[in-house]
């Protein structure tokens, strides 16, 4: 897929990440109709152009910008359904998951932070340039404390854990 290829058959809306048909390939498409269907766990959308399957954030940056992202497209609120243009940028995989949502497991509320019931202390933790980084607090709060420290040091993104 090429970006002339992509703009005769799409059109991209990058303030509100919507693509649109401007050319219908098929009898079920239909002129002006939103394309995107959400990936199986609703992670993000995807949709078929010459009998293959793209991702839209990657089309996007195709869109804008003449190319395939040669890294991963980073949905920089987490939501992976919203393409507009300002939430979208093409990173690393390392810078990318420096900006990964709270894990469902988490228990305390903070990425990175965990109680060790063995020793009956909470513990920091951090893993990057890889190497994992672990303290033990007798309070939360220290955990909670070192682990910022840590983010900052790291340049992790300000919504990293959220």
């Known amino acids: 897929m090429n970006q002339e290829r992509l703009k005769e058959l799409l059109h991209y809306d990058p303030t509100t990440g919507i693509f649109?048909?401007?050319?219908?390939?098929a009898l079920r498409?239909?002129?002006?109709?939103?394309?995107?269907?959400?990936?199986k766990n609703n992670s993000y959308l995807r949709c078929g152009l010459d009998n293959k399957e793209y991702l839209l954030h990657r089309l996007a940056v195709l869109y804008?910008?003449?190319?395939?992202p040669q890294g991963q497209v980073d949905h920089i609120n987490h939501n992976g359904l919203d393409n507009k243009w300002n939430n979208l940028r093409v990173i690393p995989r390392k810078l990318n998951q420096q900006n990964m949502s709270k894990s469902k497991k988490n228990t305390s509320g903070i990425t990175?932070?965990?109680?060790?019931?063995?020793r009956n202390k909470w513990v920091a933790q951090i893993y990057t340039n890889g190497k994992t980084r672990l303290?033990?607090?007798?309070?939360k709060f220290g955990a909670i404390r070192q682990r910022i420290l840590w983010n900052k040091e790291f340049n992790f993104h300000d919504n990293h854990g959220k």
């Open 64 to 68: 804008m910008t003449g190319s395939m």
């Open 29 to 39: 498409h239909k002129l002006g109709e939103v394309v995107g269907t959400p990936v």
């Open 20 to 25: 649109t048909r401007v050319k219908c390939t």
């Open 135 to 139: 303290k033990r607090f007798s309070t």
């Open 112 to 118: 990175g932070v965990s109680f060790d019931t063995n």
